[in-house]
Structures are given as C-alpha cells and as structure tokens.
C-alpha cells in the first residue's frame, strides 16, 4: 500500500454529452470528456471555449455607472480638470493603474497616479492621501482595484468637492461609497454578464468605453494583472488572457522586455506560468518592500536606461522578497508548532512585532501549504497599536464570510473566499483567534483537513495519445477554474522505473495497461523507487503533455500524486545492509516481528529493541494488529502455523520480508522413505552396527553427509526400531508398525524444510502467492510451491 498525499476527487462526466462533443467536434474522448467535467457540455459552448481569440468581448456599457462614468471622464478632459488614478500595490493593482493612466492619456487627459505606501498608509484609499489630492488641485479621482470598502474617504472627498469614480472587483459590503460612480461587476443589481473579472479586467473596461475600440495594445498588462490576482480564468478573462498573451509575445513595452532579459526569459516562451512565476512575483516585490511607482514605470516608459535600471531592481527586490519570506515563515512554523499547535487549533492566527507587513500574505500561503489550516499572519506595530495582516484558506471554509462575522472588531478588512487582508487592534489579535476557531468547530471536519485534489477526468492508458496532449493545449490559458486537467489512471502495471537527477530525486516511469504504455516523468517523486513493489498496480494522477526531444513527439505525464491500494510485498531476503532501510521507514507505521530472540543479536538491531515484537506463540499472533502497518518479518517463524494465524484475519499496508536464518537445512538431504527403507535393511543384515567407527564411512559409501546418517539413527530411536549403546546400534526385535511422521526429529526436520523451502527459497511471486493467500483461512493445505 502506497497512501496518496491528498484526497483524491475524481469527477465522472455525462457519458452520451462527452460522446457527443467528441463526435460533432473530432475531438479525443479525452478531451471532451475534460470539458464536460468543467460544464462546457453544448457544442457550442465548446466552440466557443476551444477558440478563444475569435471570441468578441462584452459590451462595456452593460456595466452599470459605466455611462455616468465615461461622460465625468470626458467633461474632466473637455475642462482641463487634473485626474488622479488612485491603486493599489499589487501586480492588479499595478496594471489596472497602467491600463487606466494609459487610455487617459490617450484622448488626453491631465492624468497622474498615486499608489499608497503599504506601509506608512495601508490598503486602500485614505482620508491623508485625498486631502494631498486637493491640495495638487486634482478634481477628479479615479480607484482602480480598490475603493469598494471607502465610505469615510469618499465622504470626506465630496466634502472637499472631488468626485470619485470607483473601479474594483473586491467583494462589496453591505454597504457602498457614496461615490459619483461605481463601476463593478458584482455591484448588488448588477446584469454584467461576467462578475469574476479582476481590477485589471474592469480598468480594460472602462479603457474600452473612453477609447470607442478594443484596446488592443494594452492586452498584454491586462493578462499580467489578471494572471497575477488568480481570479476566474473563465468566460471573458479567458478571452483577456488568451488575447493578451499573444500580444504579451510581440509587446512593444521596452520595460516588459527588459524585465524579461534580466530574468532570462524569451518572450517567444512567454505563458500564464511565465506571468505566474517570472513576473509577477517581482511586480508584487516592489509593492511588497517599499512603494509600487517603480512597477507602474517599467510598464509605461519609454527610456531603455530606465527600463533597464528598473528591471534590475525589480529582480533585486524579489531576491530580497525570498529571503525574508524564508525567514519569516521558519519562524512563524516554530510559532504554530510550540504556541498553536494544529491539533488544537482548526484556524492559525501568528503574530509577531518586526514581521514585514509586505510578505504576510506569502508566509501564511507557506502556512497552509506545511499544516493545511486557514492560517492568518499578522505583523504587530505596538506604537500604533494595530496588526496588519493576510489570511489565506483551505477548501471548505470560506475566509471571507467568516471575517465578515468578526466586522466587529475588524475595521478594514477585505478579500475572497480563499484570501483576505485585513488590519485590527493588537489587543483583538487573541479574539480574532478564538472567534475563528469557534467557527471552524462548527464548519470543518477531519477530512476537510486532508488536503484535496481534484481530478478532472479517469481514463485507460490507451487514451493518453499524442492527439490527446495536443488537443489538450487548447484548453490553455490555465489557472483559477481551468487548471491543467489532472488525469487518473488506475491499477496500472509498472513497466520500468529508475531514479533521475544529478541527486536522483527524480523518477521515471513507463506505465502498462492492456498492451498500451505511457511515460512519465516525476520531479521530486524519487523516493517512489523505494515505496512501490515490482509487481504492485498502481493508480497515477497525472498531467498529459507532450515531450519533444530530437523532433520526436511522444505524449507524457507528469506525476502529481501515486496510490498503491494493495498490500505490498518487498523481497529483502538476502539484503546485507538493512539499517538503511530500516530507518527509511515512519515510525509510526513500522512494525518489527521476530520469531526468535537471538535475531536481534545476529543482525545488530539494538536500536530497533524496544520496537520488535516476539511471538512465541499462535495466541500471541492472532492478538497482533498489523491492519495499516508496515510488517518488517525479521526471521523464520517456527511453524506455518504462525504465520498463517498471523496473517488470516488481515493484511497490513506493507510486508517486508527478511527471514533472517542462521543455518540453513533446505541444501541438507531431507532423506526419503527409500533412504530408510535401505538403512533398515542394513542394520537387519548387520545385526550391530558400529555408529561411533563406521557411520562416517557408511555416509562416504553412499554419497550420503554424516549428518543424515546420525539424523535417520535419532529418528529410528525415536520410533523404537532400534536401541543405542556405547555407539552400538542395535535392531529391536519385532518392533511396532510406525510412520516416519511419529518421530518429533523427522516432523521438524521436514517443516523446517518446507518452511525455508516456502519462505527463503521461492520465486517473488510464489512468496507473494503464498502470503497473500493466508488471509481469511485458517487451515493450512499443503502448497505445491
């Protein structure tokens, strides 16, 4: 048995829908069956997501306010008014401010922007930042990625007679800003007909009003920012992805290219995963560590000195970003261990003095990745007196919604179901907790704590084609609601598997079911080398690309999780080195059985003693719970016996098999009834026989070992054919009709050879045959091994 790591659910889609959409479409099975599972069921839907850049995107004006918005915008322009694009100091933050500047500028606005120091003012609009924006004499101010929670500051902004427009895509309150305009997709009466765009997203909308055409050229920062704030990668922000990737691999942004040559990344390669991992991470940094203007100027300027100089630090902000969020997250693992360990706390709220507030959001993704809890990280400032921080969140409970229940004591606080940042009182920090956790007794249970992965689709071997990997790409961009498919195939055989890598943490593996095979490769799956039996059938997760070397395509699946759902045995009889192995094993699931007590003597396993276990007898063995265990079986048991009393009743996860022996009598002659029948015959024509000066000599005359000479004596004397004297052998006269079997020395000897016959001497399968075949029956019948 191999457990996976995670929970595994597995969709089953509509069989005649799939059937469907692969016949009217000519594509794999495969693939129609994924878009089932992700409710793309009707041919035409399917059309429509399979190609998205013939796709138009929707009206700008079904947003509500839009029309009020774009006639403020243009009578601010028409008047010479100064306008003050307001963001945040995120990667979305960060575009939106770019796309909405740039379409402000483009039908010529006096336009600037402000983006709020994450430290000194916080997330968000602030009272501070709009009394500066009068002063400037700016008369109009426009959110972008924010402002939905701002009813102070847009009240003090009508009182200093700004109007505010509000662009975001936060969660509303139950209360809105009485702002001039809002312009949000899931505003409460909203009929936009996609309400998951990102801050990007609803700047592009308002950039397409003003401008009258799509704009085209700012795709590529609407795809970043869109990426970067893991929002729905579905109807329209797959369109604004799909198409703003493309324009993201022919950008003319001379900022984009040189951050991209520092991180050395060709644009021809450019991805969501390049966006994901590459850039937006050192977008995010800047915001993280200090002020965010630096990230708003690589997108928008125009000097190759500057944009070079700006790349650089960027990508030096992000070295920096690492260190920090590795130091942080070291300590705040220590916290939850020694302060809230997770066995007592379903929620994790840490918090310490010193933490930057910039990187809490990354650490308590850190959190939940090594505990799996909703996890809160709070960096404390004791002369202010508050604590601000990030909340991330497991599937099940919605983060969000249970903030929303503590709005009491959390005067700014926002997010989704999965993140929110918030700030509060350091004196309500242990409330925040207790509050939390009172909640999750109530939502979550056990199982919500296993980790759950969530497969797309089960298939054979032979579905895995090269088609199928190519038909598979169409359904990029990937991401939050279209990850890459995850693929299950079960009870397949293991063709071949070795380690790979420089430090051999990597596998590779060919899969077989019914003639058909599948690569795959496994980067950090090592270890699997050692955790799965020759012959074990294994169920793989998996996701299906393409591997291209020498320009030949082959399909390929990249590992995600293994499951071994059987008992399995390890062969290890004969290993000379078996501490290594030994140790490899949790302790919490090895089990050391021996049968006798000079084993642990012979196989230096003093530090393993207070962990075997004797059985001396059938009592003992049917008593032991090995159900889940992973059984090391040291040695030879005494009899059959044993061993099937002590597997009938289950098989535990795992048997490794030693059968540690010290002598060996399987390669001794067992000697047959023809062997006695002759030696009977000799001492009746003998009469008296020398044992002490010819039995040597007799053993030599018939190509017998002395041994079985003295071995037929005992048992003879056992069964009172004979009497011994001084070495003297002698018949008895008349003696009782008795079967070998009655003499105790020929039963032992003969168990003694089927037990080594049976355990150290069989095949793999024969062992296996053998073991396997005990559980559920008590009686033993003689197997032709």
Not at 125 to 151: H, M, R, Y
Not at 395 to 403: N, P, V
Not at 545 to 567: F, G, T, Y
């Amino acid at each position: 048995m191999l457990t996976a790591k995670t929970r595994w659910d597995v969709k089953h889609p509509d069989v005649d829908k799939s059937n469907e959409l692969a016949k009217q479409l000519n594509i794999a099975p495969l693939v129609a069956s994924l878009l089932v599972n992700r409710g793309v069921d009707t041919v035409k839907e399917a059309e429509v997501f399979l190609s998205p850049m013939k796709q138009p995107f929707h009206d700008p004006f079904l947003l509500d306010g839009m029309e009020q918005a774009v006639a403020r915008i243009q009578q601010a322009v028409q008047s010479n008014e100064r306008i003050l694009v307001f963001g945040d100091y995120d990667a979305d933050g960060v575009s939106s401010t770019t796309v909405m500047v740039s379409a402000l500028k483009e039908i010529g606005a006096i336009v600037d922007f402000y983006i709020p120091n994450r430290f000194t003012e916080g997330y968000g609009p602030n009272k501070t930042a709009f009394c500066w924006a009068k002063e400037q004499g700016f008369s109009l101010i426009i959110t972008v990625d924010t402002g939905i929670a701002a009813i102070d500051e847009v009240a003090l902004a009508n009182e200093l007679g700004i109007d505010v427009i509000i662009t975001d895509h936060h969660e509303p309150g139950p209360t809105l800003p009485d702002a001039y305009a809002i312009i949000h997709p899931k505003k409460p009466g909203s009929t936009y007909p996609f309400r998951e765009l990102a801050g990007v997203g609803v700047a592009f909308k308002v950039a397409h009003a003003l401008l009258g055409d799509v704009p085209r050229h700012l795709l590529d920062v609407v795809a970043i920012g869109t990426i970067a704030d893991l929002v729905s990668l579905t109807g329209e922000n797959r369109l604004l992805v799909a198409q703003g990737l493309e324009q993201l691999q022919a950008t003319t942004r001379i900022g984009l290219q040189a951050l991209l040559k520092q991180c050395g990344i060709q644009t021809k390669e450019l991805n969501e995963e390049t966006i994901g991992f590459v850039i937006a991470p050192r977008i995010n940094a800047v915001g993280r560590l200090g002020g965010a203007d630096p990230a708003v100027r690589l997108l928008m300027t125009e000097d190759q000195d500057e944009a070079r100089m700006l790349a650089k630090e960027m990508d030096e902000l992000n070295r920096e970003r690492q260190r920090l969020v590795a130091e942080m997250a070291e300590e705040a693992a220590q916290m939850v261990n020694e302060q809230f360990p997770p066995s007592e706390h379903k929620v994790l709220v840490v918090a310490k003095e010193g933490w930057n507030p910039g990187v809490v959001g990354i650490v308590a993704s850190r959190l939940v990745e090594q505990f799996y809890r909703p996890t809160i990280v709070l960096s404390l400032d004791p002369e202010k007196g508050i604590a601000k921080g990030s909340a991330r969140s497991i599937h099940g409970f919605d983060i969000f919604t249970q903030l929303s229940a503590c709005r009491d004591i959390l005067p700014h606080f926002g997010g989704h179901p999965m993140a929110a940042g918030m700030t509060l009182s350091i004196e309500h920090v242990d409330e925040l907790r207790q509050r939390l956790n009172t909640l999750a007794n109530d939502i979550l249970t056990d199982d919500d704590f296993i980790p759950m992965t969530t497969i797309d689709v089960k298939c054979s071997v032979s579905d895995l084609t090269l088609t199928a990997a190519e038909q598979l790409q169409k359904l990029a961009p990937f991401g939050v609601d279209n990850p890459k498919p995850l693929i299950l195939i079960e009870d397949v055989s293991i063709q071949t598997i070795r380690r790979i890598g420089a430090d051999q943490s990597h596998v590779k593996a060919v899969f077989e079911q019914d003639g058909a095979t599948i690569e795959s490769v496994g980067f950090g799956y090592g270890y699997l080398y050692d955790e799965i039996a020759p012959d074990a059938k294994v169920s793989v997760v998996g996701e299906l690309s393409i591997n291209e070397w020498n320009h030949i395509r082959k399909p390929q699946l990249m590992l995600c999780d293994v499951a071994v759902h059987e008992c399995q045995l390890f062969d290890i009889r004969g290993m000379r080195h078996v501490h290594p192995l030994f140790s490899s094993l949790p302790r919490e699931k090895r089990l050391f059985i021996a049968f006798h007590e000079e084993t642990i003597e012979a196989l230096q396993l003093h530090d393993y003693r207070e962990e075997i276990c004797y059985l001396s007898s059938l009592k003992e063995a049917e008593q032991l719970h090995i159900a889940d265990r992973y059984v090391v079986l040291l040695d030879l048991p005494p009899s059959l016996e044993m061993m099937k009393v002590l597997l009938c009743s289950s098989l535990p996860a795992r048997i490794y098999a030693l059968f540690y022996q010290r002598e060996t009598h399987f390669f001794s002659t067992l000697p047959t009834r023809d062997h006695f029948k002759w030696f009977y015959a000799f001492l009746r024509k003998r009469g008296i026989f020398d044992l002490a000066k010819y039995g040597d000599e007799l053993a030599r005359a018939r190509g017998w070992t002395k041994e079985t000479v003295h071995f037929m004596v005992k048992v003879f004397l056992e069964l009172e054919f004979i009497t011994l004297k001084d070495g003297m052998v002698s018949l008895v006269h008349e003696p009782a009709k008795r079967d070998l079997t009655e003499s105790p020395t020929y039963r032992l000897k003969q168990a003694q050879f089927e037990l080594e016959k049976l355990f150290l001497y069989s095949s793999y399968q024969q062992l296996k045959r053998f073991l396997f075949e005990m559980k559920g029956s008590r009686t033993y019948e003689e197997a032709n091994v």
